[in-house]
């Protein structure tokens, strides 16, 4: 337990910053799971409407520092290629 008063107001900050942090990391994870499991279902048609909201959400996540900004771009080619493919196997 912090004593001095400076250290009191740091921990009320930190808090405050975690449950932010957690909050946007749940939706980020919420998101994507909706997107994926709409992938894995074989709904082409889902995927390809989920996938804008959720590269948004991924940009939202990036400009609150929750995700590093390669990591973001990893996501989010990943995620894109296979909608893609999927888009492409279920038209073929």
């Known amino acids: 337990m912090a004593h001095h008063a400076s250290a009191q107001k740091q921990q009320r900050q930190s808090l405050k910053k975690r449950a932010r942090n957690r ?3 749940s939706l980020l994870k ?3 799971k ?3 499991s709409a ?9 390809k409407e989920l996938l804008p909201a959720t590269v948004g959400q991924i940009d ?8 590093h900004d390669n990591a973001a771009a ?5 995620l894109s290629k296979r909608v893609n493919a999927l ?6």
């Open 23 to 25: 909050k946007n990391t």
């Open 74 to 78: 990893r996501y989010k080619s990943r």
């Open 30 to 32: 919420t998101q994507i």
């Open 34 to 36: 909706k997107l994926r």
């Open 39 to 47: 992938m894995s279902a074989g709904d082409a048609a889902a995927a």
């Open 60 to 67: 939202k996540a990036v400009k609150k520092g929750i995700v």
């Open 87 to 92: 888009a492409a196997q279920k038209a073929s």
